[in-house]
């Protein structure tokens, strides 16, 4: 079985496909035959040591994964030549930048036949993430305000679309130039952020989704209704924040993804439903990696970039 592992970290940053013996499941585990790998910016920022969730190198990293199941030998939910997709163990390595991926049943689902493999695997860590900041955290409801930060990115673009079925009034931030398409996932409104303040543009927002950081997210307290809601993807343990946004009567909530087989059925149920949609920017075959990394490395994209295999 071919995997990729990252060898360096300080130095030159290498990322090499090795043979290694294919994975056997544990009880309650499926092995998946991996069609189509998912990749997100913090799997960059975990090759290059930015925080040591994994440990030392060499690590195997991913965790978005659409494929067909190979061997279910201990549990009812799954039957080989199942085809599922899903964002097994995070934060726990998942090593699903390879071939063949033993994940737990219950952190996968079936792919919807609507869906190819490349568009599945591209959904789970951004659907959740928007999903779990909207729905579970945010409760969000017909009528509300939604700003969302970053409207053309791989969150964003997926939660403008969960916030507009969930019968929110959407705004989002993005470049000029990713406009026309973040509009076409169904945003109400885009601020240009180059060329305008969202702090002076917006207010009475029920809800800021922030997957930005930065003084992005202070900025944000401005453009709140009294009583509003701050969930960020990426300041979530700055309690500097917290502390601000509460004393002025505002509530401010950090987003870990989880694994989270109800929250993959709404994704699901949203996709069958023709209100979800995921874009792939490119995709690189498996021995690609490298090339892909540096594209994510270099950020603004639009939506994702995904591995075949």
Not at 118 to 137: I, N, R
């Given at each position: ?24 499941p544990?009880?309650?585990e ?40 190979d061997?279910a030998p ?30 737990p049943a219950l ?13 599945a ?9 928007a ?31 969960i ?8 705004i ?50 401005g453009v709140?209704?009294p ?21 002025a ?35 690189f ?10 594209l ?14």
């Amino acid at each position: 079985m071919r995997v990729i592992t990252q060898q360096k970290l300080g130095g030159p940053e290498v990322l090499t496909i090795v043979d290694a013996p294919a994975p056997q499941p544990l009880p309650t585990e499926v092995l998946v035959r991996v069609k189509a790998i998912g990749l997100n910016p913090l799997e960059a920022r975990l090759r290059a040591g930015e925080f040591p969730l994994l440990g030392k190198p060499p690590f195997t990293l991913g965790w978005d994964i659409s494929g067909v199941v190979d061997e279910a030998p201990q549990t009812w939910r799954l039957r080989p030549g199942d085809e599922v997709f899903g964002m097994p163990l995070f934060p726990r390595a998942a090593n699903a930048y390879a071939e063949i991926v033993s994940a737990p049943a219950l952190h996968l689902v079936r792919k919807p036949a609507s869906l190819s493999h490349v568009e599945a695997s591209a959904l789970p860590v951004v659907g959740l993430t928007a999903w779990q900041g909207l729905v579970d955290l945010g409760g969000v409801t017909e009528g509300d305000r939604v700003l969302v930060h970053g409207g053309g990115g791989g969150v964003g673009h997926v939660a403008i679309q969960i916030a507009k079925a969930l019968g929110a009034h959407v705004i989002a931030t993005a470049s000029g130039s990713k406009r026309e398409f973040v509009e076409g996932f169904g945003a109400d409104e885009v601020i240009d952020y180059t060329a305008v303040d969202f702090a002076e543009a917006v207010r009475d927002i029920d809800l800021v989704l922030d997957t930005i950081g930065g003084d992005t997210v202070e900025r944000s307290l401005g453009v709140l209704r009294p009583g509003g809601h701050l969930v960020t993807a990426v300041a979530e343990e700055d309690s500097e924040l917290a502390a601000k946004f509460e004393a002025a009567g505002m509530r401010f909530s950090g987003i870990a993804v989880d694994p989270d087989p109800v929250a993959l059925r709404g994704l699901v149920e949203l996709v069958e439903q023709g209100r979800l949609r995921v874009h792939v920017q490119e995709t690189f075959p498996f021995e690609r990696v490298a090339d892909a990394h540096r594209l994510l490395d270099g950020g603004h994209l639009q939506g994702k970039l995904v591995l075949t295999v």
